[in-house]
Nanobody, 126 residues
Framework: QVQLVESGGGLVQTGGSLSLACAAS????????MGWFRQAPGKEREFVAG????????DYTDSVQGRFTISRDNAKNTVVLRMNSLNVEDTGVYYCAADVSTPWLTQRRVSEYEYWGQGTQVTVSS
């Protein structure tokens, strides 16, 4: 079992920045692939960013490429999503997820992640 707790969400104006953190506990944090997803009202949960077990491979959806950065600290069992130049389309509930089956990969599909946090709300105002 892996327990994930997100923090750092909030309200920010267009162009602002936020950092989301995901704290993991339970089984060994590494090796696990980690991902960030988001879900806007009335929409499906979508992939935002992911990294493999040691962080040397990262992946981003096109809309956040160059604005968001995912990083992890295995010694502290945390993964961080740094979000810059936020816009209203970035609004949603952000979820942290852990992939224990294929930790050497960065996965984009929701079904590839076995463990999920409860989510944290990010609201970007215009």
């Amino acid at each position: 079992q892996v327990q994930l707790v997100e923090s750092g969400g909030g309200l920010v104006q267009t162009g602002g920045s936020l950092s989301l953190a995901c704290a993991a506990s339970g089984r060994t944090f590494s090796p696990t692939g980690m991902g960030w997803f988001r879900q806007a009202p009335g929409k499906e949960r979508e992939f935002v960013a992911g990294c493999n077990w040691n962080g040397d491979t990262t992946d981003y959806t096109d809309s956040v490429q160059g604005r968001f950065t995912i990083s992890r600290d295995n010694a502290k069992n945390t993964v961080v999503l740094r979000m810059n130049s936020l816009n209203v389309e970035d609004t949603g509930v952000y979820y942290c997820a852990a992939d224990v089956s294929t930790p050497w990969l960065t996965q984009r599909r929701v079904s590839e992640y076995e463990y999920w946090g409860q989510g944290t709300q990010v609201t970007v105002s215009s």
